[in-house]
């Protein structure tokens, strides 16, 4: 498997971005009733992304398994918990063909082997409140709850979790 730090001048990559995000939403809408993603993130948000956080896809023989991304910038949910030590995971999607194999979990090795060589002691992350499987998951790879957020449209839980 190889993680690809995806660049702005990559469509090919871009678009397996976007479709393992559009995907992940229809699935999510699909199985769980969850809305949260019912409205695909845009190539042109990717693109945004790109210039300023670190947007990854893992490949594994020419297949796009999954992407996040992840940034040292404060989460609009953790405004009063700055933290310089500290990063932040979003757009976290594994491909639905292929979940519960693992690729979610080592997603997050990835990220917490990659951050702590850079200095960093925390992982953060908000997580739509009625997504209980991604709950479940973050909890079992070692995220704990800090609390909670209103959005204009749902709640989120904001998660971290300690290297």
Same mark, same amino acid.
């Given at each position: &498997?190889? *993680?690809?730090?995806?660049?702005?001048?990559?469509?090919?990559?871009?678009?397996?971005?976007?479709?393992?995000?559009?995907?992940?939403?229809? *699935? &999510?809408?699909?199985?769980?009733?969850?809305?949260?993603?019912?409205?695909?993130?845009?190539?042109?948000?990717?693109?945004?992304?790109?210039?300023?956080?670190?947007?990854?896809?893992?490949?594994?023989?020419?297949?796009?398994?999954?992407?996040? &991304?992840?940034?040292?910038?404060?989460?609009?949910?953790?405004?009063?918990?700055?933290?310089?030590?500290?990063?932040?995971?979003?757009?976290?999607?594994?491909?639905?063909?292929?979940?519960?194999?693992?690729?979610?979990?080592?997603?997050?090795?990835?990220?917490?082997?990659?951050?702590?060589?850079?200095?960093?002691?925390?992982?953060?992350?908000?997580? *739509?409140?009625?997504?209980?499987?991604?709950?479940?998951?973050?909890?079992?790879?070692?995220?704990?709850?800090?609390?909670?957020?209103?959005?204009?449209?749902?709640?989120?839980?904001? &998660?971290?979790?300690?290297?």
């Amino acid at each position: &498997m190889n *993680y690809i730090k995806v660049n702005i001048y990559d469509d090919k990559l871009i678009d397996a971005v976007y479709d393992i995000l559009k995907n992940s939403g229809q *699935y &999510m809408l699909r199985e769980f009733n969850l809305h949260h993603w019912e409205y695909a993130y845009s190539i042109d948000n990717i693109k945004k992304d790109i210039k300023t956080k670190n947007v990854y896809i893992l490949e594994d023989n020419g297949e796009y398994l999954a992407t996040f &991304m992840y940034t040292t910038d404060t989460s609009i949910f953790f405004l009063e918990l700055q933290d310089s030590k500290a990063v932040y995971i979003s757009k976290f999607a594994v491909n639905p063909t292929i979940t519960n194999k693992g690729i979610g979990t080592n997603c997050l090795e990835f990220v917490e082997k990659t951050v702590a060589g850079e200095g960093k002691n925390k992982i953060r992350l908000d997580v *739509y409140a009625q997504s209980l499987q991604a709950i479940n998951f973050y909890h079992k790879n070692g995220f704990t709850d800090v609390y909670k957020r209103s959005t204009s449209r749902f709640e989120v839980i904001c &998660m971290e979790k300690k290297l």
